[in-house]
């Protein structure tokens, strides 16, 4: 029989085989700016929604929220006064999500 060989003592190669390779890194992802809406009404914006939101075509609370900068609560709250003050009515009404258009004189 042939003498072993000592498997520790033997040089390996440093570019072959299933070395250890580099660790992905990953990356962190993009980060959305955090938005500074309002949580209150003040007068010009309060203003500003009885003057221009009843002229839009589409009305939905995301709508409202975009074009005033208030949050998603505020905005729903503007519907249910334009809706009190009959300058808009409501063409679908769902749980989640409603839809209303300008009122036009009949």
């Known amino acids: 029989m042939a003498p072993k060989k000592d498997v520790k003592a033997t040089p390996k190669s440093s570019g072959g ?3 250890k390779a580099k660790k992905k890194k990953w990356s962190k992802g993009k980060v959305k700016e955090k938005l500074a ?3 209150l009404f003040d007068k010009v914006s309060y203003e500003k929604m009885i003057a221009d939101v009843p002229k839009l075509k589409l009305i939905t609370p995301s709508i409202i929220s975009e074009k005033l900068k ?9 519907v249910k006064e334009l809706l009190s003050q009959k300058l808009i009515r409501p063409i679908l009404t769902h749980k989640s999500q409603s839809v209303y258009t300008r009122a036009t004189h009949q």
Do not use: D, P, Q
């Open 17 to 19: 085989g299933g070395g």
């Open 37 to 39: 809406n309002l949580v």
């Open 70 to 78: 208030c949050n998603g609560s505020l905005a729903r709250r503007a």
